[in-house]
């Protein structure tokens, strides 16, 4: 994920490169960003707060998060709105 925190709301914006570009209705200052990021990935995916983990890019704004998912229906569901999110042509709201 490629994170802009300081935006005005919170949701998925389209594609970076290859990752999802997320904006971050959080500054990035103590953690905040970091911390509403995961929230809105586990609300986005119907996840508690705790089976969504930051890995990797905590200071950066290249983020690579771990999604605990139940089913592979559930990482294709998943895979399929994060694609969905980053087609140039959809809507991102």
């Known amino acids: 994920m490629h994170a802009t925190p300081g935006a005005r709301r919170t949701?998925?914006?389209?594609?970076?490169?290859?990752?999802?570009?997320?904006?971050?209705?959080?500054p990035p200052v103590d953690g905040k960003a970091n911390a509403e990021l995961i929230a809105w990935a586990a609300?986005?995916?119907g996840l508690p707060r705790a089976r969504v983990e930051l890995l990797h890019g905590g200071g950066s704004r290249q983020k690579l998060l771990?999604?605990?998912?139940?089913?592979?229906?559930?990482?294709?569901?998943?895979?399929?709105?994060?694609s969905a999110w980053m087609d140039p042509s959809g809507d991102h709201g």
Do not use: M, T, W
């Open 11 to 26: 949701g998925p914006a389209g594609a970076r490169g290859d990752a999802l570009r997320v904006r971050l209705a959080a």
């Open 66 to 82: 771990v999604l605990r998912l139940d089913s592979a229906d559930a990482l294709a569901r998943a895979q399929a709105q994060v």
């Open 43 to 45: 609300r986005a995916f």
